[in-house]
């Protein structure tokens, strides 16, 4: 009889992961951490993990969560947070410098206010974004310069390029349906918020060519062009 795994994968929102914990066994969810990612490396490099504790939540059980953000960086996994966490649990986590996502975090505001300035920063990004790079942050992005056909962008808030925008891009990935894209020029392959997706490899008349806002009308993706 094989012995039970200490994670279950499920999908997420596209690009992120969701990784159910079911083990505190931190040596066990290594190996089996990368014997996953050995078997599927392009599928987990440089992904967004969520780390879902609900086979644990109500055990209470404390993971090590310093080791956990460890292994998951040594695979070249990005934790994005955790998620379905006990009080205990969630405590222990935002102090291993985990973040709280969804509806976890809102119940955390509920019994504790973070201050202002634990606040996702900003990340600003200076150079071009060339075909085949990746550009990821949890807060919003700012980028000074082009991004070209064949590269990516991804962030948690808004994405705002004040540059021609190639290539695809990709706001509110943790579900952030208020996220927002504006560009300069607008010559995206690809454009979504908060998991919804548009692909302009066809667009409509007048959906090219100059400055563009895309944001969330209900459950419709919306560009207005100027």
């Given at each position: 009889?094989s012995?039970?795994r ?5 999908a997420?929102m596209?690009l992120?992961q969701?990784?159910?914990?079911c083990?505190?066994?931190?040596e066990s ?8 990612v050995t078997?599927?490396p392009?599928m987990f490099?440089?992904a ?7 086979p644990l ?6 993971p090590?969560?310093?080791a956990?953000d460890?292994?998951?960086?040594e695979a070249?996994i ?5 998620s379905?966490?006990g009080p205990t649990?969630?405590e222990?986590?935002q102090t291993?410098?985990w973040?709280l996502?969804?509806?976890?975090r809102?119940r955390?505001?509920?019994?504790a206010p973070?201050?202002?300035?634990d606040r996702t920063?900003?990340?600003v ?14 807060g919003?992005?700012i980028?000074?310069?082009?991004v070209?056909?064949g590269a990516?962008?991804l ?8 540059a021609?925008?190639?290539?695809r891009?990709l ?7 208020t996220?927002t894209?504006?560009c300069?020029v607008?010559h ?8 919804h ?9 007048g959906?090219r060519g100059g400055?563009a ?5 209900g459950?419709?993706?919306r560009?207005?062009?100027v």
């Amino acid at each position: 009889m094989s012995e039970p795994r200490p994670f279950e994968l499920r999908a997420g929102m596209q690009l992120m992961q969701r990784l159910l914990l079911c083990d505190t066994d931190v040596e066990s969810f290594r190996r089996a951490l990368e014997e996953t990612v050995t078997q599927a490396p392009g599928m987990f490099q440089g992904a967004l993990v969520a780390l879902d504790l609900a086979p644990l939540q109500e055990t209470e059980a404390l993971p090590d969560f310093v080791a956990l953000d460890a292994a998951l960086r040594e695979a070249g996994i990005i934790p994005a947070g955790i998620s379905n966490a006990g009080p205990t649990q969630a405590e222990a986590a935002q102090t291993a410098g985990w973040k709280l996502l969804g509806g976890q975090r809102e119940r955390a505001v509920e019994e504790a206010p973070k201050p202002e300035s634990d606040r996702t920063p900003v990340r600003v990004v200076s150079q071009p974004v060339r075909s085949g790079q990746q550009i990821h942050t949890l807060g919003d992005l700012i980028l000074l310069a082009p991004v070209s056909a064949g590269a990516e962008v991804l962030a948690g808030g808004s994405i705002y390029v004040h540059a021609p925008l190639r290539g695809r891009a990709l706001a509110g990935i943790l579900g952030d349906d208020t996220a927002t894209i504006s560009c300069a020029v607008l010559h995206a392959e690809l454009v979504s918020v908060a998991g919804h997706y548009r692909t302009l490899e066809e667009p409509e008349a007048g959906q090219r060519g100059g400055p563009a806002y895309i944001h969330l009308d209900g459950e419709q993706l919306r560009i207005e062009t100027v």
